[in-house]
């Protein structure tokens, strides 16, 4: 289990008990650290990254339950287990209303601790996933966001990746290929791919009218012959071609 922990217990011989103890239940022992006031744990946690902390209520430089307080504040994604001597009901209401992880009584039992440590695995593991399934959300966001600008700004002769890019306050090359594995198509691919879409709609329609020139300006194409060009490469035919099918059918 390579997640950190922070002990915070004024009692020596419990820091230590519990620091020699958990190693035996998975935990690495490197990964096991030691605070004997509410300071230290407090400068321990800024300079660490730490997943769970066990906390004794009764501390020489404040009370446990307003360290936790402050812990909440800071590190939201921190585990806090509370360890007290003090099996009373207001004790725990107030842990309880800090949202700990858990409530052990003094002294803890084995079994218990044990049980603890596989609960905090798997809320661990919960947790990873959910990061990994955000981020996936976020990518295939990004993914939409890019064939969204495409799709707003098409007619745009100066649209680029890079401009796109800028706008999203990404890389280029990031958003290209999370449009490719999201949606199958570069940024360029789907740019060439939805103007032309749009000029076919523009060259089915006999009431318009336009000239090539003209739909090449309207999808996005200041040179008519390069827009010409694209066009017969995907649809292997001219876009005068084209227009001529569909005003026979």
């Known amino acids: 289990m390579e997640w950190n922990v922070l002990i915070i217990d004024d009692e020596k011989i419990i820091r230590e008990g519990m ?7 998975g935990v690495n022992k ?16 800024e300079k660490q990254s730490i997943q769970v ?3 004794d209520i009764n501390l020489p430089d404040m009370n446990g339950l307003d360290l936790i307080q402050l812990m909440t504040q800071r590190f939201q994604e921190l585990l806090i287990v509370v360890i007290s001597g003090f099996d009373e009901f207001e004790f725990a209401r107030r842990a309880i209303q800090l949202q700990v992880f858990d409530y052990l009584l003094k002294p803890v039992p084995k079994t218990d601790l044990e049980m603890l440590i596989q609960k905090i695995n ?13 981020a996936k959300k976020s990518y295939d966001n990004l993914a ?5 600008y495409i799709e707003s700004c098409y007619t745009d002769a100066t649209l680029s990746l890079k401009k796109a890019a800028s706008s999203l306050f990404v890389s280029g090359s990031y958003l290209s290929k999370q449009m490719k594995e999201e949606l199958g198509y570069t940024f360029s ?5 939805y103007r032309l879409s749009k000029a076919k709609e523009l060259l089915s329609d006999p009431e318009l009218q336009y000239t090539i020139a003209e739909i090449a300006r309207k999808v996005g194409y200041k040179d008519q012959h390069y827009f010409s060009r694209l066009f017969k490469k995907v649809y292997a ?13």
Do not use: R, T, W
């Open 53 to 55: 902390a066990f906390v």
């Open 19 to 25: 620091a020699n103890y958990l190693p035996l239940l």
């Open 122 to 134: 798997q809320q661990i593991e919960s947790n990873s996933l959910n990061v990994c399934e955000e």
């Open 189 to 193: 691919e789907y740019l060439i791919d």
């Open 144 to 148: 939409q966001k890019g064939k969204q």
């Open 30 to 45: 490197k990964c096991i650290m030691q605070a004997a006031s509410g300071q230290q744990a407090l400068d321990v946690l």
């Open 237 to 249: 035919c001219s876009p005068l071609h084209y227009q001529k099918k569909e005003f026979l059918k």
